[in-house]
């Protein structure tokens, strides 16, 4: 892939934009998009577990639900996805069951836990997504965390164990 450090922030930088959204609307603070082996943006997602009521509309599931629905597996293999944090294993799934070849993320799950804390309605796991790349036969890149401090910002105040 032929995407620069310089557009990789950029485009991290832009999920946080989505997070933000996410979050002024009532949804989890988290944004995602694709991006062509160009760093072309693609496709644009946000969490949308509290205006759908969905458990599972984390913002990254959401994305690759309409990219594996859009374009082929061969052409998603030399895609990337960007996510303003690292994904959890359900995302992580979904990236590799669509096919992206490459994931590049802001904080770090971890780091998202430590933050957040025990709230209930985020009870996020610390296994890293390489974790579960690395159980399948897909190769899948990872990037990160790029701009984690930049990332944990919007998380704040958000959650009830960093209010």
Not at 19 to 37: I, T
């Amino acid at each position: 892939m032929s995407i620069s450090p310089e557009r990789d922030e950029e485009l991290i930088r832009r999920t946080i934009e989505l997070a933000k959204q996410s979050r002024a609307r009532g949804d989890h603070p988290f944004g995602a998009l694709l991006a062509d082996a160009d760093g072309k943006i693609l496709l644009e997602a946000m969490n949308t577990g509290g205006t759908k009521g969905d458990a599972t509309g984390h913002a990254e599931r959401n994305l690759m639900t309409e990219a594996s629905t859009t374009y082929d597996t061969d052409f998603l293999q030399t895609c990337s996805m960007y996510t303003s944090a690292e994904p959890c294993a359900m995302c992580a799934g979904s990236v590799y069951w669509a096919g992206v070849g490459r994931v590049v993320h802001g904080m770090t799950e971890k780091a998202l836990k430590d933050l957040i804390g025990p709230d209930p309605e985020n009870l996020t796991m610390d296994l890293p997504c390489k974790v579960v790349f690395e159980a399948g036969q897909r190769k899948v890149e990872v990037v990160g965390p790029l701009l984690s401090e930049e990332s944990a910002v919007v998380h704040d105040g958000f959650w009830v164990g960093n209010a």
